[in-house]
């Protein structure tokens, strides 16, 4: 157990150095969503035994819906004593908040709940044993912690144990970040407040290192104490390093009085706080936001309840992923015009049709992906041309984004069997990425470079333009559209007037 969470804490650390905890960035908001709303349900469920004074059975092998019908179908009955000081928690804790926010009342609402339950359990002896010589109580309480800190210690560890535990120290790392960094995307949202996702990692690798040597199994963020935390007016990263102190002080002085909690005090403050943290008015924005987005939160919940909470997030992830890529696949084809006016726009169904030149706007993501929506659209516009006997064809490229290689052989084999086709193609608006891939690719030893019009952020004139004018150009005097012949024996005289894009 040292050396599993000293490795994880390691591992940890080394994401949170490379900057790794910046991919967590692109974890949907549905996701979190999703994920909160599966493990305060989770939460719930958990606890329902222990609100009930009933023994949880089961295993952790066995799901958590399982464990709860096994432990609510034993032949043992519910403990009305427990039902009391747990239902009496949560009458008391909803009270015990609205008066703090009516009379701003210092947030220690929750602690004051335990006290008010625990004490009159005590008192009424309901906390004490039930006889001479017996240790049996009326409810369930919690086990006495031992009023002492855990010291320092470095056991024997044998190094073929890293080979054994290098898979799951991973698993458990990455896993344990993921849950750690959903919870504080969550909180952030609430309070508004910038997330460092590496300095997390940072914090919570380097939390699992120290505590490696004053034997402590790996940790990760909790949903329950993050909720007790947050609901209780924390405002800033201080007030973990305020519990901790607190918490130390409180186990040295007053350790041996948590034998006298009762477990059902604490489930019924836990099951509020785990149901507070259902923000029912973010479930309703997200799922009137997009259908993706609601399936995607649906999908995040339940499979936190079916699969499990630790695993919810990667299922999450790879949903979001699927829906994403057909979307970033899609590739945008508009056609172009030049008006009687000269300028170039989209067309539109009133423009007359012309034989000159064919002009089209293409915008997406060229990743490979895409691929096949690139190679649909380059064949559409070539043969679209060639139908109506045009043999020039300008392809504004401005709005293609991040090339790779799927998708430059693609744009390769498309450009030689239109050119071979006895089309002229004009690229305009290339972006310099995707000039840079045409340098590496050499399309220079069979595509003319007069032909390809690089996009310039700062030039007066633009790059499509520039092409159109090209276009016509190379047409001369064999241009037979009547659509657009004479203007441009017009704009031979006023050769600035022409062709502005709007």
């Known amino acids: 157990m040292f050396l599993l969470t000293a490795m994880i804490g390691v591992i940890q650390i080394v994401?949170?150095?490379l900057k790794l905890g910046d991919l967590t960035r692109y974890i949907s908001e549905s996701v979190v969503t999703g994920f909160m709303i599966g493990a305060s349900i989770l939460t719930i469920v958990g606890q329902i035994g222990n609100a009930l004074g009933l023994k949880n059975l089961g295993t952790g092998h066995q799901h958590v819906f399982y464990r709860l019908w096994l432990t609510l179908?034993?032949?043992?009955?519910?403990?009305?004593?427990?039902?009391?000081?747990?239902?009496?928690?949560?009458?008391?804790?909803?009270?015990?908040?609205?008066?703090?926010?009516?009379?701003?009342?210092?947030?220690?609402d929750m602690f004051t709940v335990l006290l008010l339950v625990a004490v009159p359990s005590y008192l009424v002896g309901w906390s004490r044993s039930t006889g001479v010589g017996m240790s049996k109580t009326a409810v369930s309480l919690i086990e006495a912690v031992p009023a002492s800190l855990p010291g320092f210690h470095v056991p024997d560890i044998r190094w073929s144990w890293f080979?054994?535990?290098?898979?799951s120290a991973l698993a458990i790392s990455i896993l344990g970040l993921m849950e750690a960094l959903a919870i504080?995307?969550?909180?952030?949202?609430?309070?508004?407040?910038?997330?460092?996702?590496?300095?997390?990692?940072?914090?919570e690798g380097v939390g699992n290192l120290v505590a490696a040597f004053f034997r402590c199994m790996p940790g990760s963020g909790s949903l329950s104490r993050t909720a007790i935390n947050y609901q209780a007016g924390a405002v800033s990263r201080a007030s973990g390093l305020f519990t901790a102190v607190f918490v130390a002080v409180m186990v040295l002085l007053l350790?041996?009085?948590?034998?006298?909690?009762?477990?059902?005090?604490?489930?019924?403050?836990?099951?509020?706080?785990?149901?507070r943290l259902i923000d029912i008015e973010r479930l309703r924005y997200v799922a009137r936001a997009a259908r993706r987005d609601a399936f995607l939160l649906?999908?995040?919940?339940?499979?936190?309840?079916?699969?499990?909470?630790?695993?919810?997030?990667?299922?999450?992830?790879?949903?979001s992923i699927v829906l994403f890529v057909p979307r970033a696949a899609r590739l945008r084809v508009t056609p172009l015009a030049v008006t009687d006016e000269g300028t170039v726009r989209e067309r539109m169904p009133i423009d007359p049709p012309c034989t000159a030149v064919a002009i089209y706007d293409l915008e997406g993501e060229l990743f490979f992906g895409a691929a096949p929506a690139l190679e649909a659209a380059l064949e559409e516009a070539a043969q679209h041309a060639v139908a109506n006997s045009t043999r020039h064809l300008v392809l504004r490229l401005k709005r293609l984004r991040n090339p790779d290689a799927v998708c430059m052989e693609k744009l390769d084999v498309v450009l030689r069997?239109?050119?071979?086709a006895g089309l002229v193609v004009i690229l305009a608006g290339v972006r310099a990425d995707l000039m840079a891939a045409i340098g590496r690719l050499q399309f220079s030893e069979w595509f003319p470079e007069d032909r390809i019009f690089i996009q310039e952020e700062d030039e007066a004139d633009s790059a499509t333009l520039k092409a159109v004018r090209k276009a016509y150009?190379?047409?001369?005097?064999d241009n037979e559209c009547p659509h657009c012949a004479s203007r441009i024996r017009v704009s031979e005289q006023q050769p600035h007037a022409a062709y502005y894009l709007v």
Do not use: M, W
């Open 15 to 17: 994401i949170a150095v």
């Open 73 to 108: 179908t034993q032949s043992a009955p519910i403990n009305p004593r427990a039902a009391l000081i747990s239902g009496g928690a949560i009458a008391l804790a909803v009270l015990a908040r609205r008066l703090v926010k009516r009379y701003r009342l210092p947030q220690i």
């Open 163 to 167: 080979g054994h535990l290098s898979s």
């Open 184 to 203: 504080s995307k969550a909180i952030a949202y609430k309070t508004r407040q910038k997330l460092d996702y590496n300095r997390q990692c940072l914090a």
């Open 255 to 275: 350790a041996p009085l948590t034998r006298y909690i009762p477990k059902a005090a604490l489930a019924g403050l836990l099951i509020l706080a785990a149901a």
């Open 298 to 319: 649906i999908a995040t919940g339940v499979a936190a309840l079916v699969v499990g909470v630790e695993f919810a997030i990667l299922v999450g992830v790879a949903v």
């Open 417 to 420: 069997d239109v050119g071979g």
């Open 473 to 477: 150009a190379l047409l001369g005097s």
